[in-house]
């Protein structure tokens, strides 16, 4: 005979136990301030300082987001760890952002200026990634492979070169 109220618990404890291991990666999935305390040096969380350069212009927004580098989480539609997406407020034509990372790990970084502050991407809009990987009208999205940054204990310094349309091209604003 079965113990039905044994085998009841039994499932209550597994389903418990899976809602718990499913939970940590929904609760990363956070919208977040840009807390330039959590990259200070000596800092023992693994976090990603985000050096945005090559801006159009001071206007719109600025949307910095971390992903899993993995093929089945990079760039994928709600798929992000941490986003911050603050008002563009550009000194000397960049901008610092400390992205913080749930563990030590490999991570990928992608950055939207949305000229017109719409929350949409439109043709005007710039953009870049870790790893600064080429882009073209017929390939917006470089692979993992490209964009992949190892984060280990502490702080990974990175940079990130904005390119916007201009013509037929993707790349980089022309510097005087």
């Not at 976090?47 to 001071?58: D, I, P, R, T, Y």
């Not at 939207?112 to 990634?129: A, E, I, P, T, V």
């Not at 984060?151 to 037929?168: A, M, T």
Request: glycine fraction near 10%; include cysteine.
């Amino acid at each position: 005979m079965v113990n039905f109220t044994n085998l009841t618990a039994k499932a209550a404890i597994l389903l418990g136990g899976l809602v718990l291991v499913a939970s940590p990666a929904q609760a990363q999935r956070e919208k977040i301030d840009n807390d330039m305390r959590l990259c200070r040096a000596g800092s023992a969380k693994p976090a990603v300082l985000v050096e945005v350069v090559g801006f159009k212009n001071s206007a719109g927004r600025i949307r910095v987001q971390s992903y899993r580098a993995t093929k089945q989480s990079w760039l994928k539609k709600g798929q992000w760890i941490n986003r911050i997406d603050i008002p563009v407020a550009v000194s000397g034509n960049k901008m610092l952002f400390c992205v913080p990372v749930p563990a030590v790990g490999d991570y990928g970084i992608a950055v939207r200026h949305d000229l017109d502050g719409n929350g949409k991407s439109g043709w005007s809009d710039g953009g870049g990634f870790s790893g600064n990987p080429d882009i073209s009208l017929t390939n917006l999205k470089p692979s993992v492979r490209k964009t992949r940054i190892a984060v280990g204990k502490g702080i990974k310094r990175i940079r990130v070169v904005l390119n916007y349309r201009q013509g037929l091209s993707i790349e980089p604003l022309k510097t005087t």
